[in-house]
């Protein structure tokens, strides 16, 4: 991709979100390699300004740089990096807004990245066919991934390798059930995990009923935040006590003496 040369392009910074197809904007609109992204106005009828307008708010969005992009909320949606913006180019509070625009370099946080390597590597190549420089983020900041001159550099290979099984880790630590979480198990009530072994999960149900359930028959619903079971997966271990049954029939017996004496 060749940015005109006799315009001199804005150096902006923006996000992306990033899937198998590539980059999109938060908006769905999809960027295509070595495209340019034209701006298109979906406020005014029938397109009747050229974006980005003054009275609208058409156009490429994008911050002055990623202190700004973190500050107004965006940096956390997805990949991001520096971008060209060329054209018609308008200021405003939230940064930017542009005719044309496509992407200087990208910026990979690492739980963007999928842990499956067969997955990361077919991600990484819709981002490859951009012809940008690629970068991991980490904690000691970013390091490069791919360079369109010297294509894949060692050291941010390693470093998206390490910093992804560490996001990895972290995540299923967080996604482990523990003693003390609590279970949906459908249809009949929010369960208290008592024992989390390595293979089966102790559930108290109503303080006194107490499930038995494989592991791996708990799921995260993440829509829902928060671990759910099917009914049918877990066994009961514990009946109600024998005392709880015991004065209804006393009672019976009784008044049924009464009747008869």
């Not at 992306?16 to 197809?21: F, G, I, R, Y």
């Not at 495209?35 to 300004?49: D, E, F, T």
């Not at 990245?113 to 981002?127: H, Q």
Request: charged fraction near 20%; glycine fraction near 8%.
């Amino acid at each position: 991709m060749n940015i005109p040369d006799y315009v001199s392009p804005i150096v902006a910074y923006r996000t992306w979100q990033w899937d198998n197809l590539g980059l999109r904007s938060l908006n769905e609109e999809q960027w295509f390699p070595g495209q340019p992204l034209a701006a298109s106005c979906r406020v005014s009828q029938a397109g009747c300004h050229q974006p980005p307008c003054l009275t609208c708010t058409c156009g490429v969005y994008a911050a002055k740089n990623f202190d700004h992009l973190r500050s107004i909320g965006y940096a956390d949606y997805g990949i991001h990096g520096e971008t060209y913006l060329w054209g018609k180019v308008v200021e405003h509070r939230l940064g930017y807004r542009a005719q044309f625009a496509y992407p200087k370099n990208l910026v990979l946080p690492v739980n963007a990245i999928p842990y499956k390597l067969a997955e990361a590597e077919s991600r990484l190549e819709t981002l490859l066919s951009y012809g940008v420089d690629l970068f991991v983020s980490s904690e000691k900041g970013s390091v490069q991934l791919w360079s369109k001159e010297l294509g894949f550099n060692a050291a941010g290979f390693d470093c998206l390798i390490a910093a992804g099984k560490k996001y990895y880790d972290d995540y299923l630590r967080e996604r482990t059930v523990k003693q003390g979480d609590r279970v949906a198990v459908l249809g009949k009530g929010i369960a208290l995990v008592a024992a989390a072994g390595d293979r089966e999960i102790t559930l108290t149900l109503w303080n006194r009923v107490k499930l038995k359930l494989l592991r791996r028959d708990i799921i995260w619903n993440q829509g829902n935040t928060r671990w759910e079971a099917e009914p049918e997966s877990a066994s009961e271990t514990t009946q109600p006590s024998r005392h709880l049954q015991t004065p209804s029939r006393a009672l019976t017996f009784s008044v049924t003496a009464g009747w008869y004496s």
